[in-house]
């Protein structure tokens, strides 16, 4: 039972454009969610975050969107540069209950030039 | 170092052979999961500890699996007797409370069963 899902496991987006990467989960306990992203060969990086008690959150070029009634949450990378290819992976846990971090299968993101 | 470090960075073991996966947490993160990712998949939940104790183990695929935390800091995770299914990246992450902020990861330990 997959309790975060990323139903797309690739993007492809023009160098300038706006990425948004997509994220839905099953969970009503998650409170808090987070992106990652990859390099091959590499560790997973933390790149943004956001607690259920807000619906947005920006960080320079990343920002995330929190839509608790529809358990979505999405991504949005503007403008997309090429050292954002990368694999996206979305996470949550339920933080009141000291719970784990849960990840989904991960997007991988094509930056087109 | 900084961050976490995990160490092997690539084994090769025959299978049924048993293999020890090593992680340094960073210094004074009471939280230490780990996951693995197969070629294709997604991270997959293995354990978590808080402190010393494991209050999740649910990931944890067989018996042929456990992990070990000491002192809060150093964690193992040994296989045994592995199987070709369980070729994966490894990776180990840590965060500094139990309230779940951001997990830092390590570059992983690449596990390939021939």
């Known amino acids: 039972d997959q309790q975060v899902k990323q139903n797309s496991p690739s993007l492809s987006v023009q160098e300038g454009r706006i990425s948004i990467l997509n994220c839905d989960y099953t969970?009503?306990?998650?409170?808090?969610f987070l992106w990652y992203k990859k390099y091959p060969a590499e560790g997973p990086t933390f790149l943004i975050s956001i607690s259920s008690i807000k619906d947005k959150n920006e960080d320079g070029r990343f920002t995330v969107f929190l839509n608790k009634s529809a358990k979505h949450l999405s991504l949005h990378i503007v403008p997309s540069q090429p050292g954002d290819s990368a694999v996206y992976f979305c996470a949550a846990s339920a933080r009141t209950r000291d719970d784990k971090i849960i990840f989904g299968k991960g997007t991988r993101l094509h930056i087109l030039p | 170092g900084a961050g976490v470090s995990q160490s092997p960075s690539n084994k090769v073991t025959e299978k049924g052979k048993d293999v020890e996966l090593r992680c340094d947490p960073i210094s004074g993160h009471t939280a230490l999961y780990w996951y693995r990712q197969s070629l294709g998949q997604g991270l997959e939940f293995l354990i978590y500890f808080q402190g010393n104790s494991a209050p999740d183990k649910s990931g944890l695929p067989s018996d042929r699996f456990s992990a070990e935390r000491t002192g809060g800091s150093v964690s193992t995770l040994t296989i045994q007797r592995t199987q070709q299914e369980d070729s994966a990246v490894y990776l180990c992450?840590?965060?500094?409370?139990?309230?779940?902020?951001?997990?830092?990861f390590g570059q992983g330990t690449r596990l390939t069963v021939v």
């Open positions: 969970n009503s306990m998650f409170d808090y």
């Open positions: 992450a840590s965060s500094l409370d139990r309230m779940n902020t951001e997990a830092f």
